[in-house]
């Protein structure tokens, strides 16, 4: 299965596709979309197109993105959620389908501790798919939210298995 991770931002959307059997994940590819300080609107369709762009050359089978979460500023929260909207409706037009996870889960599912740190989140995205050197923390978030759909789907499809076996 070749899944790509989003985490969405007004100034920075990181990107990561990995290929995973649900046990094993194997990095296939990860960015970040820098949007740089052009008018909102325009940053909206520059996370549109980019996504768009890169699920034509990677076709990716599912897509896995970072909940909303609450924010003590009204204005950050309503533009990542607008970002959030673009990198969904880019994935949707593509017919991509699209699942969303919190950071908590995420966290949980990558580092086994749904209050890690962005450090703890860079160091396993790391060790899980053997990659070298310094990894972009926006990336590296992109990747564990791929991660954390890879091993929560997998889980949930054996148990909906055993279930059917035993039902």
């Known amino acids: 299965m070749r899944i790509l991770g989003i985490d969405p931002g007004s100034r920075i959307t ?5 290929e995973s059997d649900g046990r094993h994940s194997q990095h ?10 052009a008018d909102f609107p325009i940053r909206l369709g520059k996370i549109y ?8 050359e990677f076709q990716p089978q599912q897509m896995a993105i970072e909940d909303v979460f609450l924010s003590n500023n009204p204005s950050s929260a309503l533009k990542l959620g607008q970002a959030r909207g673009a990198a969904i409706c880019a994935t949707v037009m593509q017919g991509v389908p699209v699942f969303e996870y919190s ?22 995205v790391k060790l899980l798919l053997n990659l070298q050197g310094k990894i972009q923390s926006d990336t590296a978030d992109g990747l564990a939210i ?3 759909h890879a091993h929560v789907g997998a889980t949930k499809s054996r148990l909906q298995e055993a279930l059917a076996k035993h039902g």
């Not at 990181?14 to 990995?18: F, Q, T, V």
């Open 14 to 18: 990181g990107i990561g596709i990995i």
């Open 146 to 148: 791929a991660l954390s």
């Open 49 to 56: 197109q980019e996504i768009e762009l890169i699920i034509c």
């Open 103 to 124: 950071a908590r889960e995420i966290k949980q599912a990558v580092v086994g501790k749904g209050s890690a740190d962005k450090s703890q989140v860079q160091h396993m």
């Open 28 to 37: 296939v590819f990860s960015t970040c979309i820098r949007l740089g300080n």
